[in-house]
């Protein structure tokens, strides 16, 4: 029942921003209801309610058949107890139903309200790839979503191949879009959007954005905020996650660091290539969302396996996975100083391994020794032998004790750091 409390927000905001004092019945009925079910096509779809009982695939309905509809929702409000046919979140009234495990004997209050404000929250949902939704309490955001409701409308009305009942997988994409600064125009809010694509069928749709893009998008407007964001998914058999912590500032961190030290080319490629290593089902089960979720997909056999990049500036598309691999790993640790000393480290083993003697692969092998440990005891162990022949012991002797002190928790990502940082060394 959390689409009534996001109901309640979003009401609260708006009647504040436009100075009016809508109820949530007045809103729905004139508002939300000719935006969304009005028309031949919906922007909503919801199983079993009285807008899509009875309707024939192909053959919306009439004018005077929708208000019939609505008077018969309406007449559902007044007269029954609240269920999932008509109240957004609430359970079956059936207890064979596959939403029905909410079902109780013992009498519960309502608000009819309720049921208008639930319907309201519902709109809010901000669609993911993997069929999941996230609704966030926050009245300035719900605000946002909100102004892109009547851009969707249009795009209906604009575009006769466009498939309706989207409005969650729309939130999605419009909210990436209105928060990226290097795309949206204020003036022209469609300008360089970019979320339909074409369906098998010749028809159009909406794509379901990725988390990634949707929290990046947010951490723009509010870097320094912490979110709780209600994950799930409602159809025939809903799905709940539950609440999750979005750590925005985390998720910030990568963004920032890499237009730091990379620049701002191909940077809205690069924003797609962090938190592609799992789903986001998985992710949720970290328990919070940060940094951690952002891994970058290909970077895990680099960590725990000791294998060694390969740097090839030529090819742009594995270049700027290599980068974000890069970045990835120094937002883990945290600590902007570890990228020079990863460098200055690698430097000083590319030279220790040029230092062989013509025809010898002995200090190269050395080195790969050292750049295969995947934890503090290999490190040190390999590092003894290359000490024993360096000219420069301090130095080793200096990333030896700060290997040492750090957090081994940290290791492993600060020891791919510096074969990263080789990588691109040896290869110049």
Known sequence: MIAVNIGRTFL??????YQTNYSAKKFFLEKYFPLFFDAEKYMQYVTNSPFVQGLKKGTPPTPTERQQRLAAFIEKIDRNDPDASFAIGFPSMEITATTSGQLTDISQPWIKEDVYLSWIGSGLG??????????????????????????????????PLLRGNQINTWNG????????????????????FNGISA???????????????????????????????????????????????????QIKRPVELY??????????????????????????QMGVIGVSAMEPKG?????????????????????????????WLLAMLNNEQLWEQARNFALLLNTYALSSDKGKKDKTNQVKTVLTAV???????????????????????EMAKL??????????YFLTLIRFHFATISKN
């Not at 309490?137 to 979503?145: A, F, V, Y």
């Not at 994409?173 to 360089?192: E, M, N, V």
């Not at 237009?259 to 986001?280: H, I, M």
């Open 12 to 17: 609260k905001a708006y009647n504040e921003r």
């Open 126 to 159: 901000i669609g993911i790839q993997g069929g999941l939704s996230i609704f966030f309490n926050k009245g300035e955001l719900l605000m946002d979503l909100y102004e892109g409701w009547n851009i969707y409308r249009k795009f209906l009305h604009t575009i």
């Open 173 to 192: 994409q419009w909210i990436a879009h209105r928060y990226d600064h290097r795309r949206y125009d204020p003036s022209d809010p469609t300008t360089q």
């Open 199 to 249: 369906m098998k069928d010749g028809g159009l749709e909406i794509s379901t954005q990725s988390w990634i893009a949707v929290m990046i998008g947010i951490s723009r407007k509010w870097g320094d905020l912490q979110l709780t964001g209600y994950v799930y998914n409602l159809g025939q058999t809903n799905t709940t996650i539950g609440f999750i912590p979005f750590k925005i500032p």
């Open 259 to 284: 237009e730091k030290y990379f620049g701002t080319t191909s940077k809205a490629e690069v924003d797609q290539l962090f938190g592609t290593a799992f789903g986001f089902t998985k992710a949720c």
């Open 299 to 327: 970077l895990r056999e680099f960590i725990e396996q000791g294998k060694s990049p390969v740097y090839n500036e030529k090819d742009e598309n594995k270049k700027l996975h290599f980068q974000t691999h890069q970045i």
């Open 375 to 397: 934890n503090q005891k290999q490190f040190l162990e390999s590092l003894i032998t290359i000490v024993e022949e360096a000219s420069d012991k301090d130095a080793y002797a």
């Open 403 to 412: 290997i040492h002190v750090m957090p081994k928790d940290n290791v492993p």
